[in-house]
């Protein structure tokens, strides 16, 4: 705690802007120093929130050494991002004219920022939960609209609302639940216990609902994986090329071409989508191939779904469970509708024939793996997410075990507890660090 006492009286800095070339720069300055700070290099404190061009001087009071003309924009406190004081410099973009900015922000008693500390300060501030930060990591690292979308739904407070309103209820659950124990003998309407009960069921169930919906959440943030896996020669790279458009692996009638893994992510249905071509799956001597085999099979079990692909000649002996069977070279040879009970999609990646088909089953296939099972619901996206609701409904599963009220009621507590720790409304100093750490310098 005495370093987050004192780190909040520092007044810190950040380029938050790209470091691409780029026509604008902001610097963004945040804490209790940012109004002298001004003062010292652009002479006055401009009205609140209105952007005004000003001069900026290392020293303004003797108009000593000229380093920019910016829009300065002042954030009094608590009506700013971090809710602190703060102001932020839209300089013209270009490395020598931030370097001798932010010297001069030094010069002048700030200091640069650690990652994600601007956010952290909003969080520590109360401005937002700790959910809701990590929606902001997610917006601003977004790649796609499934991305986009789930983070800024984040942002606004769907998901902490779900996670609050869940406490509340726990809330009033333990209130009546400290009646039963408070007055055991009064007459208390019997069916108090019955509720309780009842009422604790639901919330494990809406629980447990949440965290099988997870995965799909977890899915849109970090991408769908799709592992292709077959024979040498059954025409994986072949595939891989085309699902990507571009040449990207190796295709070659050579057996035993692709021994890397190769992972190539686009967008499929507006979500980020990771595809893995792998060594194809043989014995073999060859210590390198036998490498690539071993790691075929690593992406197979991870993956969230596995393309198995064989050519028309060559029909599977076995069948990844799971599996999507995909037939290759239906112009060679005829492919089996069916295979093991299982539907196959016959493609040629020589004559196109079959793909527009492959297609609209891998769109299909991502919107399933991604979709929330009661529409509009908002998803878990983080392992941490969905450890905390697991902490929770563990404690809700003890309280129903537990015969002795006042055990019940510490159950009900601790189920309290792991979803406050969730939203960041009770004891996660120690989490801090590991979050925001994640965080761009600057956000
Ligand atoms: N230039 C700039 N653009 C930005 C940000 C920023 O800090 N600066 N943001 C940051 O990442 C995001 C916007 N988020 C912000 C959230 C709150 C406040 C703020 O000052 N809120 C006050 C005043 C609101 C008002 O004027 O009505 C408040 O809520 O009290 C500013 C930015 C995205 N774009
Ligand atoms: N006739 C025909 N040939 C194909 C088709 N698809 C791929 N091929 C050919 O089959 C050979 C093997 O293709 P690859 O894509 O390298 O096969 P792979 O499964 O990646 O093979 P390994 O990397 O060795 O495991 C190449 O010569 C391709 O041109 C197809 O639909 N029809
Ligand atoms: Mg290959």
């Given at each position: 705690m005495a370093g987050l006492g004192y780190q909040a009286e520092d007044t810190i800095f950040a380029l938050s802007t790209g470091i691409e070339r780029a026509a604008i720069a902001i610097l963004r300055v945040s804490g209790a120093g940012s109004r002298d700070i001004l003062l010292q290099i652009c002479g006055e404190v401009p009205a609140a929130r209105k952007a005004v061009l000003r001069k900026i001087w290392k020293n303004a009071s003797i108009q000593d050494d000229l380093l920019d003309e910016a829009l300065v924009l002042w954030f009094p406190g608590p009506h700013s991002y971090t809710?602190?004081?703060?102001?932020?410099?839209?300089?013209?973009?270009?490395?020598?004219?931030?370097?001798?900015?932010?010297?001069?922000?030094?010069?002048?008693?700030?200091?640069?920022?650690?990652?994600?500390?601007?956010?952290?300060?909003?969080?520590?501030?109360?401005?937002?939960?700790?959910?809701?930060?990590?929606?902001?990591?997610d917006l601003v690292a977004a790649e796609t609209e499934g991305q986009r979308k789930q983070a800024l739904a984040q942002v606004e407070g769907a998901l902490s609302q779900l996670y609050s309103g869940w406490s509340e209820r726990l809330k009033k659950i333990l209130a009546f639940q400290e009646a039963l124990i408070d007055f055991p003998d009064e007459d208390l309407p019997p069916e108090v216990?019955?509720?309780?009960?009842?009422?604790?069921?639901?919330?494990?169930?809406?629980?447990?609902?949440?965290?099988?919906?997870?995965?799909?959440?977890?899915?849109?943030?970090?991408?769908?994986?799709?592992?292709?896996?077959?024979?040498?020669?059954?025409?994986?790279?072949?595939?891989?090329?085309?699902?990507?458009?571009?040449?990207?692996?190796?295709?070659?009638?050579?057996?035993?071409?692709?021994?890397?893994?190769?992972?190539?992510?686009?967008?499929?249905?507006?979500?980020?989508?990771?595809?893995?071509?792998?060594?194809?799956?043989?014995?073999?001597?060859?210590?390198?191939?036998?490498?690539?085999?071993?790691?075929?099979?690593?992406?197979?079990?991870?993956?969230?779904?596995?393309?198995?692909?064989?050519?028309?000649?060559?029909?599977?002996?076995?069948?990844?469970?799971?599996?999507?069977?995909?037939?290759?070279?239906?112009?060679?040879?005829?492919?089996?509708?069916?295979?093991?009970?299982?539907?196959?999609?016959?493609?040629?990646?020589?004559?196109?024939?079959?793909?527009?088909?492959?297609?609209?089953?891998?769109?299909s296939k991502v919107e399933d793996l991604t979709a929330a099972s009661v529409s509009g619901a908002p998803l878990l996206t983080r392992a941490r997410h969905k450890a905390g609701v697991q902490d929770a409904m563990q404690c809700l599963q003890a309280a129903w075990q537990q015969e002795w009220p006042e055990l019940r009621g510490e159950e009900l507590r601790l189920a309290m507890r792991a979803l406050g720790r969730l939203t960041g409304h009770v004891g996660v100093e120690d989490l801090l660090d590991a979050i925001f750490g994640q965080f761009c310098i600057g956000k």
């Open positions: 809710g602190e004081d703060g102001f932020e410099l839209h300089l013209h973009a270009g490395p020598a004219i931030i370097r001798a900015v932010s010297d001069a922000l030094v010069n002048a008693g700030a200091r640069p920022a650690e990652a994600g500390e601007f956010t952290k300060r909003a969080f520590v501030n109360g401005r937002m939960d700790l959910v809701e930060a990590e929606g902001i990591a216990e019955e509720n309780i009960n009842q009422d604790i069921q639901k919330l494990q169930s809406e629980m447990q609902q949440h965290i099988a919906d997870g995965e799909h959440g977890e899915r849109i943030r970090r991408g769908v994986v799709f592992a292709i896996t077959g024979p040498p020669n059954a025409g994986k790279s072949s595939l891989l090329n085309w699902l990507t458009g571009r040449e990207a692996a190796i295709v070659s009638s050579k057996a035993g071409t692709t021994r890397d893994a190769l992972e190539i992510t686009c967008i499929l249905a507006g979500i980020k989508v990771t595809f893995i071509d792998t060594a194809g799956l043989r014995e073999t001597d060859d210590e390198i191939e036998a490498e690539g085999v071993r790691r075929a099979l690593f992406h197979v079990k991870q993956a969230d779904c596995v393309l198995q692909m064989f050519p028309a000649n060559e029909l599977p002996e076995d069948i990844f469970p799971g599996a999507v069977l995909v037939g290759n070279k239906a112009d060679l040879g005829k492919i089996p509708q069916i295979l093991d009970g299982k539907d196959v999609l016959a493609i040629s990646l020589k004559t196109g024939e079959g793909l527009p088909e492959l297609h609209n089953f891998l769109k």
